[in-house]
């Protein structure tokens, strides 16, 4: 039987968690149990695996290690981040409020306001980081906060621990969305967090080949969720759970080097005079610098800025890199541009959620920095449109 090795060291974890050799032939790798079901020994009687939906091994693995990261007693694994989350909110009831940060990725926003606003549950937003906003946005229905730290696409850092104790204080519960971070540069649950979500498509996956999402949290609350991941049927298939946990065991050594690399990066379009301001944690002048520094390891790999000129010169801009390609998504080993306002985060546009429209984002990857800044260089050179 694997086991979660809760007492190993990060990097052991992640390669070790749940990937024992395989018991009959000892292959390394954790087999892709391409099948969707599983031959009973009698009637009523199973290996523990009956039908792929409810069960897979190497979903199974994928969630054991997930959860041994997380420092959770158990985690869910499901088909995207968006289909985890989905199932964190249907935990609630008509009637139940949601407070979220105001910051947060467009899809997130757009499917508790479009989807499960419908069927009776009340959302509303607030600064996450103004803990006096929070306190006044509480309402006796409240049963989350949501917070997502750094958020997607500003980079605000919320306070993990105070927003745990103003939630638990009102009995309501803590969800982060630790995508961004991830557990190799930050512990939500540590800090006081009932629920961690994940679009496991970005970092922990870390290659750009497949999408999916998890939640990881107490063995009660999971149990609810693992309900609903067989009840709703949002699960990941056997090939992308392998090509998940094949990413994650790299998450340590990926995070450095994409902290490094962002960290160069952020500096350099700092004293850049094409750009107005630049917005990464690890940055002495980030308003919530002190608080990344206690609260993460390391800055992580997401860097937005503002372009002078506008709209214009930033859609310049994130069309002339040639390293850098213009892409949703994040989180991969190659590096990525995108603009928030038209791409990622269209969705919320005339919202509270909106977006400047001089903003891009960029997923720094872990090539050669030098090639990046270069690269940056010269596209930062059409804003001004030459
Ligand atoms: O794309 P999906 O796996 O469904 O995950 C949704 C999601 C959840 N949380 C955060 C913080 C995210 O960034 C995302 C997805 N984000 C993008 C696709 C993006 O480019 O920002």
Not at 32 to 42: C, L
Not at 205 to 217: E, I, L, P, R
Request: glycine share 8%; proline share 5%.
């Amino acid at each position: 039987m694997s086991h979660d090795r809760h007492d190993d060291g990060f990097a052991t974890r992640a390669i070790h968690a749940g990937q024992d050799p395989e018991p009959v032939t000892g292959a390394v790798t954790v087999p892709i149990f391409q099948t969707s079901t599983f031959a009973q020994p009698r009637v009523g009687e199973h290996t523990g695996y009956e039908y792929a939906r409810t069960g897979n091994p190497t979903r199974t693995a994928l969630e054991t290690c997930l959860a041994a990261l997380e420092g959770a007693e158990r985690a869910v694994a499901f088909a995207s981040g968006l289909a985890a989350e989905d199932a964190v909110f249907r935990l609630l009831s008509p009637g139940d409020h949601v407070l979220m940060a105001d910051d947060v990725y467009g899809g997130t926003w757009r499917q508790i306001a479009k989807v499960h606003q419908r069927f009776g549950l009340e959302v509303s937003a607030v600064d996450l980081s103004d803990l006096d906003a929070v306190r006044a946005g509480l309402r006796p229905t409240t049963r989350y906060l949501w917070a997502e730290t750094p958020s997607n696409p500003l980079l605000k850092i919320l306070d993990l621990a105070a927003l745990a104790e103003l939630a638990h204080d009102h009995g309501a519960r803590l969800v982060a969305d630790n995508t961004f971070a991830t557990p190799a540069l930050q512990l939500p649950l540590a800090l006081g967090a009932d629920l961690v979500v994940h679009s496991t498509t970005k970092y922990l996956g870390g290659h750009s080949d497949v999408v999916g999402g998890a939640v990881c949290t107490d063995a009660a609350t999971a149990e609810e969720l693992a309900f609903l991941q067989n009840a709703v049927g949002a699960v990941p298939g056997p090939f992308d759970a392998w090509l998940t946990l094949r990413g994650a065991k790299t998450l340590e050594v990926r995070m450095e080097r994409h902290s490094t690399n962002a960290d160069r990066i952020a500096r350099f379009l700092a004293e850049h005079d094409a750009v107005t301001e630049v917005a990464y944690p690890g940055l002495p002048d980030h308003p919530s610098h002190d608080l990344a520094s206690r609260q993460m390891s390391r800055f992580g790999g997401m860097v937005s800025f503002r372009v002078a000129g506008g709209v214009d010169a930033a859609k310049r801009v994130a069309e002339a890199t040639r390293l850098f390609f213009l892409a949703e998504s994040l989180g991969g080993v190659e590096s990525l541009i995108e603009h928030p306002g038209i791409m990622t985060h269209a969705s919320v546009a005339g919202t509270a959620l909106e977006v400047p429209d001089d903003l891009l984002r960029l997923s720094v990857g872990i090539e050669t920095v030098d090639d990046l800044l270069a690269d940056l260089a010269h596209a930062l050179e059409r804003a001004e449109g030459q």
